[in-house]
């Protein structure tokens, strides 16, 4: 049983490039949140997606970040034209429900995002 | 903000009990302590919860203070891989349509265990 699975680990982009972030739950969980640390900071919410459907995205910037849970497929986080203030590590959490509860989130590794 | 205070470093011997303290003097009814921690280049890891009872599981043990505005984490034998960042959380256990679902983060708690 896989957990959350994350990639790429680590992605460089120069400035004004995209940056896709990919997120595979765990198997069977159909709730994904994606959260963004920047370096010396604690984990900052970013969304909520539902499978096709943005739950809360009241932690996203309103320009540039999109992201998407399709009905088939991992969940993306999209970054158009980043800049050096991108760079980051972003984690992806998924549970079988709202918030599970009784064991909280399930992390994956991360994607450390560098900006040149 | 986050609604708890935790010390920004703690060192603990090889093999002795870790104490984690962390100070949620605003923390309703309603929410749950959780503890996470995250190990470097790793993402949080879910260590335990509680309400108002002490807790205990394979990983860590809880203390909640009876008025519920400080607890402790225990790791009661520290090993180097306990190494790691720990947070201290508060927030509802459930979410509706109407609760925020945000875990708010602060700045934890660095434990190093030392040989």
């Known amino acids: 049983n896989a957990g959350v699975m994350q990639n790429p680990r680590h992605l460089v982009r120069r400035r004004g490039q995209e940056a896709r972030l990919r997120c595979s739950p765990m198997?069977?969980?159909?709730?994904v949140y994606w959260y963004r640390q920047l370096p010396e900071e604690g984990l900052k919410f970013m969304v909520y997606l539902q499978k096709e459907n943005i739950i809360d995205e009241s932690g996203m910037p309103k320009e540039r970040f999109s992201a998407e849970f399709p009905k088939e497929g991992p969940s993306i986080l999209r970054i158009q034209q980043v800049v050096r203030g991108d760079s980051a590590a972003y984690f992806c959490?998924?549970?079988?429900?709202?918030?599970?509860?009784?064991?909280?989130?399930?992390f994956g590794s991360g994607t450390r995002l560098t900006v040149v | 903000d986050a609604k708890t205070t935790q010390p920004p470093s703690m060192d603990c011997a090889e093999g002795r009990a870790a104490n984690l303290p962390c100070n949620h003097s605003t923390i309703s009814g309603n929410e749950y302590v959780y503890w996470y921690r995250q190990i470097h280049s790793q993402g949080p890891q879910y260590i335990i919860h509680?309400?108002?009872?002490?807790e205990t599981n394979e990983m860590a043990s809880l203390i909640i203070t009876e008025d519920r505005k400080s607890s402790t984490l225990i790791l009661p034998h520290a090993t180097l891989r306990d190494t790691a960042v720990y947070y201290c959380i508060v927030r509802p256990e459930w979410f509706d349509a109407g609760n925020n679902r945000k875990l708010i983060w602060g700045l934890g708690t660095s434990l190093a265990v030392n040989p």
């Open positions: 959490a998924s549970s079988p429900r709202p918030m599970d509860g009784h064991y909280g989130y399930t």
């Open positions: 198997k069977g969980h159909s709730h």
């Open positions: 509680g309400l108002k009872n002490n």
